[in-house]
């Protein structure tokens, strides 16, 4: 982790939470997914004993086996004292909002926990560009956020588990350029019983962390869509360096104010844990 830390260090970061990169479990064989997701998180409880202060951790989930998952949450909270959940947003054929999946909200929300979100391209359309596999990925993960957001929204999960502190990763992806949109196309729909108080009001109770998304265009639209409360400096090490991540944000020459709103203080009133 001395890579990780030097970052930090570079960037001014004293404290990080970390998640497993997304995509490797899901495509792990499936009769040794639960075996692997569970060695990684005991990994990154180790690192977080190892360096006391620097980081916190994220359990990460072997879903689509939802019994596993269920145990991992369980296990992640109660024994490895994790601050939340991480998930990609598909897995196989299915999405998060997938019905199969609600006894794991049932119980993220009887823990009044976070959830974060990294995007996966999914299965559906991994294969758009059969000659540059990356450029998959460089068009599909941030659309998948706005997949994985609407059909959250739509299948009424959001308005079901008000307990959980959804996150989603690169300032939202494609939800902060579209969401107007979507409320336009939706202006005639009965939307009371997945969003009572309506679209925006959903969309502002989400949080949004700005790993790899944080450069001046970007950064003025996410703060036109979403309240500055909602908005979390991240950093998609080791995609992109803190130092990349933090730059990008200096250049948006925000007042002190928001600044310390995303650095830090909007981290230490979702978890608590960082104030220490």
């Known amino acids: 982790m001395s890579y990780s830390i030097e970052n ?14 997304t995509g490797f479990a899901e495509r792990t064989d499936p009769s040794g ?3 692997m997701v569970r060695r990684t998180n005991e990994y990154g409880a180790q690192v977080v004993r190892d360096h006391p202060g620097r980081y916190l951790q994220l359990v990460y989930m072997p879903l689509p ?54 995007p996966l391209a999914p299965a559906c359309c991994s294969s758009l ?14 659309y998948d956020t706005g997949r994985a957001v609407m059909t959250l929204l739509l299948r009424g999960v959001f308005a079901k588990y008000r307990n959980i502190k959804w996150v989603f990763s690169h300032s939202g992806g494609a939800v902060p350029m579209f969401a107007g949109r979507w409320k336009n196309l939706l202006a005639h729909e009965d939307l009371s019983k997945i969003a009572p ?77 960082l104030k220490a």
């Not at 930090?8 to 990169?21: E, H, L, V, W």
């Not at 059969?130 to 941030?142: G, K, M, N, Q, R």
């Not at 790993?211 to 908005?231: G, H, I, R």
């Open 197 to 273: 108080n309506g679209l925006d009001t959903e969309f502002a109770r989400l949080y949004y962390e700005t790993a790899n998304a944080s450069s001046p265009p970007t950064m003025a639209a996410l703060l036109k869509f979403a309240p500055l409360s909602q908005v979390l400096f991240g950093s998609d090490h080791p995609y992109v360096t803190d130092e990349v991540n933090m730059s990008d944000l200096l250049r948006s020459n925000l007042p002190a104010r928001e600044m310390n709103a995303i650095l830090f203080e909007n981290a230490q009133r979702l978890v608590p844990q």
């Open 33 to 35: 997914r639960v075996a």
């Open 129 to 142: 560009f059969a000659d540059l596999p990356d450029e998959a990925s460089l068009v599909e993960i941030p």
């Open 8 to 21: 930090m260090d570079k960037a001014g970061i004293a404290t990080s939470i970390i998640t497993p990169p």
């Open 65 to 118: 086996d939802v019994d596993a998952a269920l145990k991992e949450i369980a296990y992640g909270f109660d024994s490895l004292k994790v601050v939340g959940v991480g998930f990609a947003t598909s897995y196989g054929g299915k999405y998060v909002s997938d019905p199969d999946f609600a006894p794991v909200w049932d119980e993220l929300n009887r823990r009044n926990a976070i959830a974060y979100f990294h």
